[in-house]
């Protein structure tokens, strides 16, 4: 029988020395789990005390908003939208307002702040006509009708199309005829015309050269208002007309008349050259074209735009029919019914380049009612109170509910704009630092503090870049920080088509008042009339040399017909202001193209053509004698005619 092997020693003792390590180990790495198990909700409730006492510490830092104006993101000021307009939709129905919805900034006006009126402030070059682009776009968009001021031509080359829109600008070629005859329907609208066609200086301190313009442009236009077809080139010649004792009896009773006492009448011929100065730029509105009356289009509701275009060049001579124009557009939008949706965008970039509006300080806050949306830019605050005053400033920019604030240098106006935008109520947070004998006792502690402050500064509204602004819609909306995309460069259509025709009427209310003077045998004030025979003459003689030729001289010294012909062009030229320089030999016939020659002047000048003995014997005596102080070279001030008419001028 076989006997089983017996375990060695040796192995056994092994595998238990074994047994009793493989123990240790388990027992060692069971404590190490445990410490890790133990650490990790450990670590967890370290960090989740470490978060909160972060937030903490960061909500006692962060300022506490209160109440009044809060400044928030582009994203935050969309969503406040969305919430209005929810909100006017739940109440009114979604039917209540148009669509598609005006947008500044590529965000939506909301419902309660589409009818109140804009301001677009900042300085030359920040995007004022980029914002008013892309409102003038939604505008186009919902089928609107706008009256557009447009000093640089960009709005005209991106939104003008042609045969819907209307232009005027009598020194374009696409511009219609305007006179004030087509917006009156009685005689006592010509007063409020007057006004605003005839602006007072603001720095000029007596205001009769003013009112007596204005007297003497209503007493015209009534005069001719009942005529057949009456337009601007009879109201120039009425004002020409007026005789000298119908011109007294007009300017008598105004406020200076006194100064002239009884030497009024002597006095008419210095009073009627200074409210030609003041009217002059009756000769640049023009005849030739289909006329447009903005009253008519007003009250039609037919849909487009119209342009009130210059440029810097045009802007003395088109300002006041611009002005006019404007103001007769308002008034007659306030005599429709009211709307709940714009009827009308009034744009008006650069506001204190025109007259004075009399409407913006009476009705601006009430037009909105019928429908009249106004858009009004300007740089600088101190133009609107050269033009308005202080109060009358601050009256229109009062009325501005929606603004659009771009970068100006100017203190003081970046000043207003921040005051404009608002402050807050808020509670700041302040940290104090306290000190103990050990370094354990050391702590740091928050207090918050209730304080008022602008939530734009100053400082920031002068350091924005270009095309960015802060935006604050009417009400209650909040204030954003904004950016416009810039304008393409091309255009769509021309900004300025220039007017080449025979139109215009330059100089010659000027040409006009020395006709009448010579014809009452009154030596003019001013002008080519009051050179003596001699000067006259040697400016024609040297004129005839350099235009027409030595050959041409002998035949008019040979011809009293040709002679004349080529005077009265050249008198009447001068007369009319042009240098001779600037006077080109008159056309016989028809020109040729390319010809170096100009119309000849179909008005006739009165000045009688200065014979060479008559002229050498008139004005032997002036090289004698010292010219008077009331020498024609020189135009009289009122100081003077008040000089002379008092006697001490003599």
């Not at 006041?320 to 965008?345: C, F, G, K, Q, Y």
């Not at 830019?377 to 601050?394: C, F, R, T």
């Not at 602008?454 to 954003?480: H, M």
């Amino acid at each position: 029988m076989s006997r089983r092997p017996r375990p060695n020693a040796g192995i056994l003792i092994g595998c238990g020395r074994w047994l009793k390590s493989h123990d240790a180990l388990n027992e060692a790495l069971s404590g190490q789990a445990g410490a890790v198990h133990s650490l990790i909700p450990a670590s967890i409730c370290f960090f989740l005390a470490w978060a909160v006492f972060a937030l903490v510490g960061r909500s006692l830092k962060k300022e506490e908003f209160i109440r009044g104006a809060r400044l928030v993101s582009k994203k935050e000021l969309k969503r406040w939208v969305r919430e209005k307009w929810r909100a006017h939709e739940k109440r009114f129905g979604k039917g209540a307002k148009k669509a598609p919805r005006y947008t500044l900034a590529g965000i939506e006006l909301a419902p309660n702040a589409v009818e109140a009126q804009v301001g677009i402030l900042g300085t030359v070059g920040v995007g004022k006509t980029t914002a008013m682009h892309e409102l003038l776009k939604t505008v186009s968009d919902l089928k609107g009708r706008g009256i557009i001021y447009d000093r640089t031509g960009h709005l005209v080359s991106k939104h003008y199309v042609e045969g819907r829109d209307i232009i005027l600008n009598p020194f374009d070629a696409r511009s219609r005829s305007w006179n004030p005859f087509v917006e009156v329907t009685n005689p006592a609208s010509f007063t409020e015309i007057a006004e605003v066609m005839i602006p007072q200086n603001p720095n000029e301190k007596d205001p009769f050269w003013t009112n007596a313009a204005r007297l003497v442009f209503i007493y015209a236009a009534r005069a001719i208002y009942t005529q057949e077809n009456p337009n601007n080139a009879a109201l120039r010649r009425a004002i020409l007309e007026i005789s000298n004792e119908t011109l007294s009896d007009i300017v008598a009773n105004t406020p200076g008349a006194h100064f002239f006492g009884d030497k009024m009448d002597r006095m008419s011929g210095s009073i009627r050259a200074t409210l030609i100065t003041h009217l002059s730029f009756l000769e640049y509105v023009r005849d030739d074209a289909d006329v447009f009356s903005i009253r008519e289009w007003v009250l039609s509701e037919d849909p487009g735009f119209v342009f009130l275009t210059t440029d810097a060049e045009h802007s003395a001579a088109t300002r006041n029919v611009i002005s006019t124009v404007i103001e007769i557009a308002a008034n007659a939008l306030m005599t429709m019914s009211e709307s709940r949706d714009p009827r009308i965008w009034f744009f008006i970039d650069e506001l204190p380049t025109l007259n004075r509006l009399p409407f913006l300080t009476g009705s601006l806050a009430t037009i909105r009612q019928f429908g009249g949306a106004f858009v009004l830019g300007y740089q600088v605050y101190s133009q609107l109170e050269d033009l308005y005053g202080d109060k009358g400033a601050q009256t229109i920019s009062g009325t501005l509910n929606n603004r659009v604030v771009f970068n100006t240098p100017d203190f003081r106006t970046a000043k207003l704009w921040s005051e404009s935008l608002g402050e807050s109520d808020v509670i700041e947070a302040q940290e104090s630092l306290t000190l103990g004998a050990a370094q354990a006792r050391d702590a740091v502690g928050v207090l918050g503090r209730r304080t008022q402050k602008a939530i734009v500064t100053p400082a920031e509204i002068q350091s924005l870049p270009q095309l960015t602004a802060y935006f604050r819609q009417a009400y209650d909306a909040p204030t954003a920080r904004v950016s416009f995309d810039p304008l393409p460069s091309d255009n769509d259509v021309p900004k300025f088509v220039r007017y080449s025709g025979d139109g215009f009427d330059r100089g010659g209310m000027h040409l006009g008042e020395q006709n009448r003077a010579v014809e009452e045998g009154v030596t003019p004030l001013r002008g080519f009339a009051a050179l003596p025979p001699q000067e006259q003459l040697g400016e024609f003689n040297k004129w005839v040399d350099t235009h027409l030729g030595g050959d041409v001289r002998d035949d008019i010294g040979a011809d009293p017909m040709q002679r004349d012909f080529y005077w009265n062009h050249f008198a009447a030229q001068r007369m009319r202001g042009r240098k001779s320089s600037e006077i080109r030999r008159p056309a016989m016939a028809i020109p040729m193209i390319g010809a170096t020659t100009q119309p000849a002047e179909t008005s006739c000048a009165r000045l009688p053509f200065p014979d060479p003995a008559t002229a050498s014997k008139t004005s032997a005596p002036a090289s004698k004698k010292p010219r008077s102080p009331h020498a024609a070279k020189k135009p009289m001030s009122a100081l003077d005619i008040f000089d002379l008419a008092e006697g001490r001028g003599q």
